[in-house]
């Protein structure tokens, strides 16, 4: 009977434990508490941007993106709001706006090498969204601005490539392909769309040669290289040449 009543007086302080925690993304000062404090002051972006930041916090997207863009209008170069704003964007799947707001915040920070990284990812991003609309050019700018802010990543030539073929700039898109190549030697993607191009232009010889690095890297690649080089689609042409369907285009 005691150890029946202990066990109950256990559960009943847990259960009133539970009932005075927080929810998650309430620790700290609640909606209310920053609500009244934009009310009081409505011109003060550290305000707005508190109430932003913790909307966001709780999954309120349209919430946040009110009080952090008045944030950001009265407080234009604001770091904290703009990466804020960014990853609103970025769970959005608005990658040119999160890839504006980097670069905004890049300009406040331009010693910081991964706040260069996450735009770069951005405008890569962003270029792949522009890709599969059909928007060329768009695409293209986008790559090549995420080629330039990182320099070391191969990923970026690779889609620029990709986009060239797209708009049907095989040399364009064939010398990107080695730019990529010069970044990083071990590219899975542009190793297997240097061999695509190849193939598709009767050069089986190089070709092998790309597909016996691709061995090395990717086996499944070169097993999907192998068989768009069977005789029976060899040498490939016309529509095929500017599908980007066929290209293996890269993702941070």
Not at 27 to 56: H, I, S
Not at 169 to 191: T, V
């Amino acid at each position: 009977m005691k150890r029946r009543r202990l066990v109950l007086m256990v559960l009943t302080w847990f259960c009133l434990i539970l009932l005075a925690s927080p929810a998650p993304g309430e620790w700290g000062p609640n909606v209310v508490q920053l609500r009244a404090a934009v009310q009081k002051n409505p011109q003060d972006p550290e305000a707005n941007y508190k109430l932003g930041l913790k909307y966001l916090e709780m999954g309120h997207p349209r919430s946040a993106a009110k009080y952090l863009k008045e944030a950001l209008r009265l407080k234009p170069e604001y770091p904290e709001a703009l990466a804020a704003m960014a990853k609103l964007n970025k769970g959005e799947g608005n990658y040119g706006a999160a890839a504006e707001d980097l670069e905004k915040l890049t300009k406040l920070k331009p010693k910081d090498a991964e706040l260069r990284d996450r735009l770069s990812a951005e405008q890569n991003r962003q270029g792949l969204a522009l890709l599969q609309g059909n928007r060329f050019a768009e695409a293209e700018a986008a790559f090549r601005q995420a080629a330039e802010n990182n320099p070391e990543t191969a990923g970026p030539l690779n889609n620029l490539g990709v986009a060239y073929i797209s708009a049907g700039h095989r040399d364009k898109a064939l010398q990107a392909f080695r730019e990529a190549l010069g970044r990083d030697p071990d590219s899975a993607e542009a190793h297997f769309n240097m061999g695509l191009m190849l193939v598709a232009s009767g050069d089986n010889a190089a070709a092998y040669a790309e597909h016996l690095n691709l061995r090395r890297l990717n086996p499944e690649l070169a097993h999907q290289l192998d068989a768009l080089s069977s005789p029976a689609r060899t040498p490939l042409s016309g529509p095929f040449l500017n599908s980007p369907k066929y290209y293996k285009v890269w993702q941070p």
